[in-house]
């Protein structure tokens, strides 16, 4: 009985340390070059720059491709001339950190993109008429992480077009809880259980045991 209780509370404490989270930003403080500087708040650690050519991306895909110099990286969707094919982008950190953005631009030609964090997928979006945005994933392991986009050659009747454009990636740390902090959470409970189940049965059978007449 007391391994089920340990292993319960030992499940418990590693759920809850590692809860991803996954949200929309828009693009906050940002450096002279325009790019960000902070997310939620925290420093970005690693800036991971796309523009022609990828820069700081590896491009794949028979999709087109183009973009705006040194600032934004252009995975075309050109299936309505005739030009068929999807494209993608991959970047790759050299820092370890908990939480990554991707840096999205989205106008009036902008489609459905979809996003991968170390191979896992972390949803479908629509880029249309974002403007300059941040896709943030907090709650990840410690590790130097991959990002990858996908240009999914879709797009809402609005949009012209399935374009997708990316001008970087960044790797920050969040303030989490520390493996002390949240063990401590589940360290009273678990010792009134080991308690409970070494003294309680003993008390029971010295109260009801009868006495010497």
Sequence with gaps: ??????????LLAYSHASAIS??????????AEGNPSTLLGNPVLEYQNAGIGGI???TSGIGPRG?????????????AGGVPGTSEATTTFSIASNSVGFMMNGDHNDG????????????IYDLFQIGRSSLVVTGLNLAAHTLKVVQLGLHNPASTKG?????GGAAFNTQAVSEPAVMSLFFFPLLYLLIFHRFLPHTCTQLQRPHAI
């Design 1 to 10: 009985m007391k391994r089920i209780y340990i292993t319960v509370i030992l």
């Design 56 to 58: 700081d991306w590896v």
């Design 22 to 31: 996954i949200q929309w930003l828009p693009l906050g403080t940002t450096t």
């Design 163 to 167: 374009d997708v454009a990316i001008f």
């Design 112 to 123: 459905f993109a979809q996003f991968f964090v170390d191979g896992v997928d972390v949803g």
């Design 67 to 79: 973009g705006l110099e040194v600032q934004e990286l252009w995975l075309f969707d050109d299936s």
